[in-house]
Structure formats: C-alpha cells, structure tokens
C-alpha cells in the first residue's frame, strides 16, 4: 500500500504533461520535504513517470535510506552531482524550478547538458501544496493553539518599561518551552508610533503607558507553520485608539464570517478593504487580507487584490486585516483558518480578539 508521500509523487507525475515536460528536478528545501517528510535542506529529487530519485550526500545517507519505498537514493559527492545523472537520463524535456534553482546550477545545466531541454517551470508543486490533508491540518492546529496560549501568558506579563525585544523573546521562550519546535519567522512586537511600522523590528524601545502594543508571531510544530497577530493596549486607549482598533475588528469578524470555499481570493480581501474604507482608512490598509501556511509561512493561496482564483477546501488561511497611521499607531488582528464548504474553522480561537487594556 502506498503511503501519503508516493501518492504526492504520483499526483506530481500526473501534472508532468500539463507542463510538456518529462520530469522535474527539485531543490526548493520545503518542496523536497513534502515528498519526503524530511527536512529537505542538501537534498534535491528529480521526479519523471517512472524514477524518483534523492540526490544527498554521505551525511544524510542513513535519512534517505528510510525512504526506499518511494524514493531511490543517488549519493552525490565531489566526483558525482545531479548532472551526471541528468545527462545520462533518457527524458529530454528537464523541467527545473524557475523560482528557486541557483543561477549557477542553471547555467550549469545549460551549459553542459547536451540534446535536452531545461524547462523553467513555477509553482507546480505548490500548486499541490495549496490544499492540505489531515495530518498536515493537525500539525497546524498544535502550532496555532501553542501560539495562542502563548498570547494569554504575554498579556499577562508585559509592563511599562519593557522593551519590545524583551517581550518578543518571552513569546519565543515560552512557545518553545511548551511545544513549538521552532520559531515560525522573525517575532514582530511594535509598540507606539512603531506599531504603524507593519513588519516592524522589536528592539530596546520602551513600551510606554498608552501605547499600542501589536504582536504577530507563531511557532512551528512538525514543519507545519503558525501565524497570528494580536494588538493591545497599555494603561489606557484614546477614543481613536478605540475607533481603529473596532474598525480592524470589525472588518477580520466580518470576514472568518463570510469566507468559504470557492470565494475569489480577491473578493475575501474586498470584505475587509470595504469595511475598512467605509470608516475612512482606506489608504491605510495597504496589504493583502492574508496567505497561505503550511511548510512555509507565506504560501499559496492569497487573499489579495490580485488573486483571482478560488481559494480551495482545506486551504489553510491567515485573515488579517490592519490599519496603519504614520507617526501614531497601527493595529492588526490575525488568525489562522482551515477554508471549508460552508464556512471557515478559526484555529486562533483561544486567543481573544477583543481590545484588551493592559
């Protein structure tokens, strides 16, 4: 019987012709780990109809062992590389990541491969990436919940006179200590006129009695990615503290309740863009309403203005709309989401959303 990562290879094989390409080499990191269910750093595969093959060194020999019933184990090394064996192969049509292989490597593989074409092809498995399966959904889920609790201990612990850097690591300790295998990206803490800053750097800035405090971070559990974004306030908020922050609230409620399966990526981030221009800060959101997760933390779908293709069933999702002013605050509510028929699964849902005054 055939386990979940041969079917992700037959599934692969089966879009070849879509491409008009006899097989594919691959060698961006989580691409390899999804058809291996190894972290995919120093190894890349080349998959055609028939042969699916790793291409690893002595180090990780033992690892591509175990994946012998699906993947055949080619050691490279200073006398062997990939090429040798792409040369030697009787496929003529080599299609090859456009977005992630090394220059050098192409050129390489132009250079010196004779009578066959490479073939730059993008997102072709991402493209099966996109819809997740149980296990994957599962993992998600203890990243998401870690995540979250992780929320419910930081509020309790921030003061005045912290530094951002000093809350951010906190967050990061305390994820890691109680479950999370990794850090999902670099953990953004903001805080005052910082907090306008969307991708904002913690550093040795004071957070002050009235400020804004936006938080967006997650961890990693089996590979799988969490994201999720807070904001708080310290001591006390003005009433246009209180105004923007029920604007983004109201716009991310509004939209967990009305995306679906099927919805144009493009229409989800309608629901929150109008809501948000309605109250005029239309020009102050200036980001997509939310991503894919998964091996990545930013992954296929997109909730954005630009993507006009259906989000699919089990699509895991971020649905975080902002507001940003220059030189006063910003705000941002996030949460994660598995997309289903009728509606979405909020994976955020023990982290509260409501404004909370330190």
């Known amino acids: 019987m055939k386990n979940k990562y041969s079917q992700r290879v037959d599934r692969l094989r089966a879009l070849l012709d879509e491409e008009n390409i006899d097989g594919l080499y691959i060698s961006h990191e989580e691409n390899v780990s999804y058809f291996t269910g190894k972290k995919g750093n120093d190894c890349t595969l080349w998959i055609t109809k028939d042969d699916a093959v790793i291409f690893t060194d002595f180090r990780y020999r033992e690892m591509a062992q175990e994946l012998a019933g699906w993947l055949q184990l080619d050691e490279i090394g200073a006398k062997r590389r990939p090429l040798d064996r792409l040369k030697s192969c009787r496929e003529t049509r080599i299609g090859v990541e456009r977005d992630y292989l090394p220059l050098n490597d192409y050129l390489d593989f132009t250079g010196r491969i004779s009578g066959k074409s490479i ?152 629901i929150a863009a109008d809501i948000i221009a309605a109250e005029g800060y239309g020009e102050y959101f200036g980001h997509g309403l939310g991503h894919g997760t998964g091996l990545e933390i930013h992954e296929a779908p997109r909730f954005s203005p630009f993507y006009q293709a259906e989000i699919p069933e089990n699509s895991i999702m971020s649905i975080e709309p902002g507001i940003y002013l220059p030189k006063m605050f910003g705000v941002r509510i996030e949460d994660l989401c598995i997309v289903k028929a009728d509606g979405i699964i909020n994976l955020t849902i023990s982290a509260p959303k409501e404004l909370i005054i330190l």
């Open 119 to 270: 073939v730059p092809v993008s997102g072709l498995v991402e493209k099966l990436r996109i819809v997740k399966d149980e296990e994957e959904i599962e993992l998600t889920r203890q990243a998401e919940e870690i995540s979250a609790q992780a929320f419910n201990y930081i509020i309790g612990y921030i003061k005045p006179g912290m530094s951002e850097k000093q809350v951010a690591v906190e967050l990061e300790h305390w994820m890691l200590t109680h479950g999370g295998e990794g850090i999902s990206f670099d953990t953004i803490v903001v805080s005052g006129a910082k907090s306008s800053y969307p991708h904002g750097v913690p550093d040795g800035k004071l957070i002050e009695d009235g400020d804004f405090v936006t938080m967006d971070y997650g961890t990693v559990v089996g590979g799988y990615h969490a994201d999720m974004t807070r904001t708080v306030a310290v001591g006390h908020a003005t009433d246009e503290m209180k105004r923007v922050y029920n604007t983004v609230l109201r716009a991310q409620t509004e939209s967990c309740r009305q995306i679906k399966a099927g919805i144009l990526g493009s229409e989800a981030h309608k």
